[in-house]
């Protein structure tokens, strides 16, 4: 059964809240609340190796014990073809870069998850630009030091079929190592969830594009709560659909903006960042990120944007979101090209 919200019922009273200092009650362990506020301590986290600047970046996930955040940028620019630069890296809390790896692998970093094991799960979505032949199209598993131990999909080639993606725009693996597949990014992707078992054999595959539930237009982001349910951010849809691990569809919610990030933290709280509603897609919706219960759907904090464009007609703020063992928020931005960490107070 869905459960639709009114966008406008449940977020424009925790707007004021946080545009009078990026405060709220945010959901917290069991069944209570805490005052929570933020602080954006820096616009610019993570010191790079060699003196480089971030390039766009969306992907981002904390280590198992939340004492480390990864990140992979798309080497200094918006696309690492060509690019001898490591994209993929781990910086502990401060933002000290602790090791990288990558070089010459990746196309297009996207989405990015890191299992109870400290393996590290990369989507290379590919990206608008045209690449040459034999890039993208895959996930990578990577171990913490980072070690090759798999690639999922034909690198370079685009499908739909049991073995190839097109476009991935994230993947998470369930506690019983089922692997999922947002596929895929934009309007050239394929608009499906892909299951594939631990061992990365094909189980199936839910959705097409679409505005009905169960139906896709670009979805960009994955999360899992603790009743192992699947939370799909279906981004050009402006909602969010839950599905459990079969695909069966269980509820809809447009109320966390038009997500282009997700995270779901042990204590289920979720993390939603908007990083494209504006006056053309998603109109009359702030974008920001948004923090919720992932148990009852309500609203509870909203973190706006920190540099809107002034008509609001573009992307930026925070695309990927990421969350430490002490509740700090780490965003993502491919627009400003930067890692923004907000301190929780």
Same mark, same amino acid.
């Given at each position: 059964?869905?459960?639709?919200?009114?966008?406008?019922?449940?977020?424009?009273?925790?707007?004021?809240?946080?545009?009078?200092?990026?405060?709220?009650?945010?959901?917290?362990?069991?069944?209570?609340?805490?005052?929570?506020?933020?602080?954006?301590?820096?616009?610019?986290?993570?010191?790079?190796?060699?003196?480089?600047?971030?390039?766009?970046?969306?992907?981002?996930?904390?280590?198992?014990?939340?004492?480390?955040?990864?990140?992979?940028?798309?080497?200094?620019?918006?696309?690492?073809?060509?690019?001898?630069?490591?994209?993929?890296?781990?910086?502990?809390?401060?933002?000290?870069?602790?090791?990288?790896?990558?070089?010459?692998?990746?196309?297009?970093?996207?989405?990015?998850?890191?299992?109870?094991?400290?393996?590290?799960?990369?989507?290379?979505?590919?990206?608008?630009?045209?690449?040459?032949?034999?890039?993208?199209?895959?996930?990578?598993?990577?171990?913490?030091?980072?070690?090759?131990?798999?690639?999922?999909?034909?690198?370079?080639?685009?499908?739909?079929?049991?073995?190839?993606?097109?476009?991935?725009?994230?993947?998470?693996?369930?506690?019983?190592?089922?692997?999922?597949?947002?596929?895929?990014?934009?309007?050239? =992707? &394929?608009? /499906? %969830?892909?299951?594939?078992?631990? @061992? !990365?054999?094909? *189980?199936?595959? +839910?959705?097409?594009? #679409?505005?009905?539930?169960?139906?896709?237009?670009?979805?960009?982001?994955?999360?899992?709560?603790?009743?192992?349910?699947?939370?799909?951010?279906?981004? =050009? &849809?402006? /909602? %969010?659909?839950?599905?459990?691990? @079969? !695909?069966?569809? *269980?509820?809809? +919610?447009?109320?966390? #903006?038009?997500?282009?990030?997700?995270?779901?933290?042990?204590?289920?709280?979720?993390?939603?960042?908007?990083?494209?509603?504006?006056?053309?897609?998603?109109?009359?919706?702030?974008?920001?990120?948004?923090?919720?219960?992932?148990?009852?759907?309500?609203?509870?904090?909203?973190?706006?944007?920190?540099?809107?464009?002034?008509?609001?007609?573009?992307?930026?703020?925070?695309?990927?979101?990421?969350?430490?063992?002490?509740?700090?928020?780490?965003?993502?931005?491919?627009?400003?090209?930067?890692?923004?960490?907000?301190?929780?107070?």
């Amino acid at each position: 059964m869905s459960r639709r919200f009114s966008t406008t019922a449940l977020r424009a009273p925790v707007l004021i809240a946080a545009f009078a200092g990026v405060s709220a009650c945010a959901q917290g362990a069991a069944d209570a609340t805490d005052e929570v506020s933020y602080t954006a301590a820096d616009s610019a986290w993570g010191a790079l190796p060699d003196g480089r600047a971030y390039g766009a970046v969306s992907a981002i996930y904390p280590t198992p014990d939340g004492m480390g955040i990864w990140v992979a940028e798309r080497c200094g620019a918006n696309l690492c073809v060509d690019s001898d630069v490591n994209p993929v890296m781990l910086f502990d809390l401060d933002g000290n870069l602790v090791r990288s790896f990558g070089a010459g692998m990746i196309a297009w970093p996207h989405g990015m998850f890191v299992g109870d094991d400290g393996n590290v799960w990369v989507a290379d979505a590919v990206g608008y630009a045209p690449v040459p032949e034999g890039w993208g199209h895959v996930i990578y598993e990577f171990s913490p030091e980072g070690e090759l131990l798999r690639t999922l999909g034909r690198k370079g080639v685009a499908g739909s079929g049991e073995d190839t993606f097109t476009k991935p725009s994230d993947v998470l693996v369930a506690p019983d190592g089922s692997i999922f597949v947002a596929d895929g990014h934009d309007a050239g =992707g &394929n608009n /499906r %969830i892909v299951k594939l078992a631990a @061992d !990365g054999s094909f *189980l199936l595959a +839910w959705g097409e594009t #679409g505005e009905a539930d169960g139906e896709f237009q670009d979805p960009h982001a994955l999360a899992m709560d603790s009743q192992g349910r699947l939370f799909v951010g279906d981004r =050009g &849809n402006s /909602r %969010i659909q839950i599905f459990d691990q @079969d !695909g069966n569809h *269980l509820e809809t +919610w447009t109320h966390f #903006g038009r997500p282009s990030g997700l995270f779901i933290d042990d204590h289920d709280v979720l993390y939603a960042a908007d990083s494209e509603s504006n006056t053309r897609r998603n109109p009359g919706v702030t974008r920001g990120i948004t923090i919720g219960s992932a148990r009852t759907g309500e609203v509870t904090t909203f973190i706006p944007d920190p540099e809107p464009d002034p008509d609001n007609s573009g992307t930026s703020g925070a695309e990927g979101i990421a969350v430490d063992a002490h509740g700090n928020l780490y965003g993502a931005e491919v627009g400003p090209q930067t890692v923004r960490k907000y301190v929780r107070n």
